[in-house]
């Protein structure tokens, strides 16, 4: 059965399941290409796959989900967060330039 609110996110090899509505709510990345059905690159299983370390990418869907996000106190952890989402965009809107020149 397919939910097609329902979005799977394959990060750095580990899946997240978020809304549609989510990844649309704010300017980023995924508004685009997911609000016009451009087509993103999928892992095997069907996922969009972003290739990035999972390990802050909890934080950067609360921030979509809430607008404010619980941040460490550690400010290497914060760098490399803002890193992560920083470099997450640009590799997104690379693959939807390269799938939209074909």
Do not use: W
């Amino acid at each position: 059965m397919s939910y097609p609110n329902i979005i799977k996110l394959n990060v750095g090899g580990t899946v997240f399941q978020t809304r549609k509505s989510t990844l649309t709510r704010v300017a980023s990345s995924f508004k685009v290409p997911i609000e016009t059905n451009q087509s993103l690159e999928k892992d095997e299983a069907g996922c969009i796959f972003i290739d990035r370390d999972p390990k802050h990418f909890p934080l950067i869907l609360d921030f979509l989900r809430d607008g404010v996000v619980d941040l460490p106190d550690d400010t290497k952890e914060i760098r490399d967060s803002e890193r992560s989402e920083c470099l997450s965009s640009r590799r997104s809107r690379q693959v939807v330039q390269r799938q939209s020149s074909h």
